[in-house]
């Protein structure tokens, strides 16, 4: 698991699923107040644990994790993720949002598309909590301090529910 600054204020972190190196990153960006912006799939949540800890960044920092979309290796560990951090609220397109309350049928789709090997190698996802998911419309700025903003950015093509983050 590799940590590399990007900017002053942003970081990837390799959350190598699996083991499979450079395959799937979470970005850490770091004001007055911390927000990541995809999880990967729930078997790398340690990973990026990891990675928050070299970035000495507490969980109680945490204040916002974005999702892309729900597909398990973009936003699969955002159940798991939530566990250990207890300010964090979950950005998401609105459509996606009831997939996190009541992941089922997105494991059992994930499931039958993926495959078996894949699905074990990611991880289940695990619900998230109703009350901690922001459903975010498109052009809503989320301001994280020091002059941080994210703004999302409704990005429909790869998935139904797919938004972006433009820092």
Known sequence: MNVTRLEE???????????????????????????????????????????????SVRPEDVAYVAVTHIHLDHGGGVGTLLKNLPEAKVIVHPAAAPHLVNPQ???QQSSEVLGKEITELY???????????????DGMTVDIGNNVRLRVVETLGHASHHQSYYE
Request: aromatic share 6%; glycine share 10%; charged share 15%.
């Open 9 to 55: 204020h942003i970081f990837l972190v390799d959350v190598s699923p699996g083991g499979l190196e450079n395959f799937i990153a979470s970005y850490v960006l770091k004001g007055k107040q911390v927000a990541i912006v995809e999880t990967g799939p729930t078997s790398s949540v340690p990973n990026l644990l990891s990675g928050l800890e070299r970035l």
């Open 105 to 107: 049928k997105l494991w």
């Open 123 to 137: 991880g289940a996802p695990e619900p998230v909590p109703a009350e901690r998911i922001i459903a975010a419309a």
